[in-house]
């Protein structure tokens, strides 16, 4: 299966539990890789036909901006649904990071993968 990335897309956005992460925008990184067949986009030289990059990383910052979720497994699962809305994804691996989250780690985070269907 052909694959089609977004790599260390940054988004600002509220996430967390405490008081103080529901007051400020944090930085969220986001990585996407969308497992699809890119034959059809090769054969036409046209995104019809494939998966569109830059509508999933619009729709992936736009929903990080506004979501407010309280936990990462939330928004990375929301994530997996908006890459699903494609419907020439057939596999998802979604990784979200919070920079700086953990004292004396660079970052943390949630990396799901799911196939279409489960």
Not at 25 to 51: F, H, M, P, W
Not at 56 to 80: C, N, P
Request: glycine share 6%; charged share 30%.
């Amino acid at each position: 299966m052909d694959k089609v990335f977004i790599k260390n897309l940054v988004a600002r956005g509220i996430i967390g539990l405490n008081d103080w992460e529901r007051e400020k925008e944090q930085e969220i990184l986001i990585n996407a890789t969308l497992y699809c067949d890119t034959r059809e986009a090769a054969k036409s030289d046209s995104l019809e036909g494939s998966v569109n990059y830059r509508s999933i990383a619009k729709a992936l910052l736009a929903h990080a901006q506004g979501a407010k979720r309280f936990t990462v497994e939330a928004l990375a699962h929301d994530f997996v649904a908006l890459c699903f809305a494609d419907p020439f994804v057939q596999r998802v691996v979604i990784r979200v990071e919070k920079p700086g989250a953990v004292r004396f780690s660079e970052s943390v985070g949630v990396e799901i993968d799911r196939k279409r269907g489960q």
